[in-house]
């Protein structure tokens, strides 16, 4: 958003900015899986403050330059988005590591994990519009500054800096795409992350046919609102059975959310009912972490939430293009949703195997002497 306000404001079109935006998340998506192998090699400290440091002074020169040079603001942009610290990734890594075994605490965790992003989505567009009201730069600055503080906080952080990779005899090349249990779940987040990126697009049709001219800024605001609610609810109490058995309701019930969107009301009762759609993905992606969390390859875990953080802004980037090309039709995000379900429910025996093994596994850890039992929970 910073990006897109401060070429805006340069160029006095959206055209570049756009660009621009889509210049950093493609390296953002890019660099996130690269930066997790290094820390599951290497421990999460370095990647994290190294990265944060980079991407903070990247976008802080383009605050200070402007984005007059096409060049050198794609450029710029680029570094950013590759060097963007595994925050993400980095702490669902380190939750399971510094939270008791119990598996309410990691689905809290990771609930209010989710919830706090998309309260970022919500306010994150908001303050920086301010800040670009007042200067050019003023947001990216703000930006720059917010990230090398969030990133060096957790880089530094104790957790942060005596984790220790697993040792491993050999590494294999492909990581946790090694595991067609994650394939099958970065595949539904690809499906289900195109449903997103699809009603930021749609928002902008309807509320032009409306004639509202709030409503392209406000819908989307909403759905992250479901999402920070689903989020704190999904995490505040126990429900029954496991994380695959959630996963598989949530993907079905997401599609049950964007039904009601098809039907072509008005802007307050589509703002009320796009919260659902928020809700369910919130939690979706909740519950594909906790699942990811035990199916990925020994060692990788980190890479892995790489993976899914890619595979949900790849979704995300499909999704606003597919739904540019039908001209804003909420039949593109019904039919994401209906594809990452179709993914989910036709996987459902992969994954119901892979997590009675590791169900079998921790039971047997369980059972051994305490120095081996630390053991099978770090490698979890």
Do not use: K
């Given at each position: 958003m910073s990006l897109l306000l401060a070429a805006h404001d340069e160029h006095g079109s959206l055209g570049f900015g756009g660009a621009l935006s889509a210049m950093y998340l493609v390296a953002f998506a890019v660099g996130q899986p690269v930066l997790g192998r290094f820390a599951d090699r290497r421990g999460p400290a370095l990647p994290i403050v190294a990265g944060a440091i980079t991407a903070s002074s990247a976008l802080?020169?383009?605050?200070?330059?402007?984005?007059?040079?096409?060049?050198?603001?794609?450029?710029?942009?680029?570094?950013?988005?590759?060097?963007?610290?595994?925050?993400?990734?980095?702490?669902?890594?380190?939750?399971?590591?510094?939270?008791?075994?119990?598996?309410?605490?990691?689905?809290?965790?990771?609930a209010l994990d989710n919830g706090s992003q998309e309260a970022v989505y919500v306010a994150g567009p908001l303050v920086a519009a301010l800040l670009a009201a007042l200067a050019p730069g003023a947001a990216l600055a703000a930006t720059a500054a917010v990230g090398v503080v969030g990133g060096l906080s957790l880089g530094l952080s104790r957790p942060a800096r005596e984790l220790r990779p697993?040792?491993?005899?050999?590494?294999?090349?492909?990581?946790?795409?090694?595991?067609?249990?994650?394939?099958?779940?970065?595949?539904?987040?690809?499906?289900?992350?195109?449903?997103?990126?699809?009603?930021?697009?749609?928002?902008?049709?309807?509320?032009?046919?409306?004639?509202?001219?709030?409503?392209?800024?406000?819908?989307?605001?909403?759905?992250?609102?479901?999402?920070?609610?689903?989020?704190?609810?999904?995490?505040?109490?126990?429900?029954?059975g496991g994380p695959l058995t959630h996963l598989v309701l949530l993907?079905?019930?997401?599609?049950?959310?964007?039904?009601?969107?098809?039907?072509?009301?008005?802007?307050?009762?589509?703002?009320?009912?796009v919260i659902l759609p928020g809700v369910c993905f919130s939690?979706?992606?909740?519950?594909?972490?906790?699942?990811?969390?035990?199916?990925?390859?020994?060692?990788?875990?980190?890479?892995?939430?790489?993976?899914?953080?890619?595979?949900?802004?790849?979704?995300?980037?499909?999704?606003?293009?597919?739904?540019?090309?039908?001209?804003?039709?909420?039949?593109?995000?019904?039919?994401?949703?209906?594809?990452?379900?179709?993914?989910?429910?036709?996987?459902l025996g992969w994954l119901r195997v892979r997590a009675a093994a590791v169900s079998a596994a921790a039971r047997t850890a369980s059972s051994s002497t305490p120095a081996r039992r630390a053991d099978a929970v770090a490698s979890a």
């Open positions: 802080g020169v383009l605050a200070v330059v402007g984005t007059g040079s096409t060049g050198l603001s794609v450029l710029l942009a680029a570094v950013a988005g590759l060097s963007n610290p595994p925050l993400e990734s980095g702490l669902r890594t380190l939750w399971p590591r510094i939270l008791p075994t119990r598996s309410g605490y990691l689905r809290a965790a990771y697993i040792a491993l005899a050999e590494h294999h090349w492909l990581g946790p795409l090694r595991s067609r249990e994650v394939l099958v779940l970065l595949g539904a987040l690809i499906c289900a992350g195109g449903a997103v990126g699809a009603v930021r697009v749609c928002a902008a049709a309807q509320g032009e046919s409306l004639g509202v001219a709030w409503f392209a800024g406000a819908l989307p605001a909403f759905m992250s609102f479901g999402g920070l609610v689903g989020g704190l609810v999904y995490g505040a109490r126990g429900w029954p993907a079905v019930g997401h599609v049950a959310a964007w039904v009601p969107m098809m039907w072509g009301l008005g802007a307050a009762p589509s703002a009320a009912l939690t979706l992606v909740c519950a594909a972490c906790l699942v990811i969390n035990t199916v990925a390859p020994t060692g990788t875990a980190t890479e892995a939430f790489g993976w899914l953080i890619a595979a949900v802004n790849l979704g995300i980037a499909a999704g606003s293009a597919v739904a540019g090309w039908t001209d804003g039709n909420y039949g593109v995000a019904l039919g994401a949703s209906v594809a990452a379900a179709l993914v989910v429910l036709c996987s």
